[in-house]
């Protein structure tokens, strides 16, 4: 049972335009979503991150929107750049108890 | 700084081999943790430790152990390895538990790829 499940799988995006990846989790009690990215080679990293309270935030070109009714959050990048290609994880996790990743999004941005 | 640093960085098994992967931080947190990667699998939780002393099953447990050495190193050890085990492995930790504040935050490895024939 996929706790977090993530799409799409992989996602070609013009520069400048915008990229969005989207999740939708199962558990209500899940009380933080935070986004990390995976450059090849290297260890995933936080990106981005929101608690239920607020149904937006922003940190430059990334923001995350959270639909708490319809149990899903979405990462959206402005003005997609070469630079943002990679793969992108959501997680969601609850209290103490471990984050539980998503299955991951390539990213591909063309010039 | 070197964060998280994970030893080796590739290995190749025979079936059948033991190993012990290594993991130490130098950010002074408590909870730390073993990710395996596989392709289109995301990122799965083998065990984790929340504090010093403890270590708990994660999602696929089976085949590791672990152990919690003291509060900057957390080994991850495969007994008898099999090529399902073939895969590139992640350790990562955080300040204070898992979830709920910023605390939660996880700092990852460069990861232990890892493959057995």
Redesign the interface.
Known sequence: QQQVK?SP?SLIVQKGGISIINCAYENTAF??F?W?QQFP??????LI?IRPDVSEKKEGRFTISFNKSAKQFSLHIMDSQPGDSATY?CAA????????????TRLSVIA | NAGVTQTPKFQVLKTGQSMTLQCAQDMNHNSMYWYRQDPGMGLRLIYYSASEGTTDKGEVPNGYNVSRLNKREFSLRLESAAPSQTSVYFCASSVAGSGGAGANVLTFGAGSRLTVL
Do not use: C, E, H
């Not at chain 1, 080679?41 to 936080?46: D, E, I, R, V, W």
């Open positions: 993530q799988q009380d933080y935070p990390y080679g290297k260890g995933p990293a936080l991150a994880f996790s609850k209290g103490n108890t471990p984050l539980v990743f998503g299955k991951g």
